[in-house]
């Protein structure tokens, strides 16, 4: 069974940084993309940044580019996303995903997700 368990969200003000973790078991890290998505209540979940983990291909959504940066450890099966210069509208619950074969962020090709973690970013 797959499972992703995150971690790392928390409360901070505009302007400071947290990084998410991303911990997978159950699947052959190899062989899947796997992504950050968000979600506020009432909006449709998007897509943040997605990894795919056997060649390090990513992809960031527009509105992250520059601030965020989405990395994997193979050896711990663990996905980070480091979010900097963080903004009022980051605040979201950050999802992880897992796709086989996934390259991309089209969350229709996530199978797999976890229970999410909340990001606050306060004025």
């Known amino acids: 069974e797959v499972q992703l368990v995150e971690s790392g969200g928390g409360l901070v003000q505009a302007g400071g940084s947290l990084r998410l973790s991303c911990v997978a078991s159950?699947?052959?890290?190899?062989?899947?993309?796997i992504g950050w998505f968000r979600q506020a209540p009432g909006k449709e979940r998007e897509a943040v940044s997605c990894i795919h983990v056997s060649d390090g291909s990513t992809h960031y959504e527009y509105s992250v580019k520059g601030r965020f940066t989405i990395s994997s450890d193979n050896a711990t099966n663990t996905v980070y996303l480091q979010m900097n210069s963080l903004k009022l509208e980051d605040t979201d619950v950050y999802y992880c995903?897992?796709?086989?074969?996934?390259?991309?962020?089209?969350?229709?090709?996530?199978?797999?997700w976890g229970q999410g973690t909340q990001v606050t970013v306060s004025s």
């Open positions: 995903a897992a796709g086989r074969a996934m390259y991309g962020c089209s969350k229709y090709g996530y199978h797999h």
């Open positions: 159950g699947l052959i890290f190899d062989d899947y993309g």
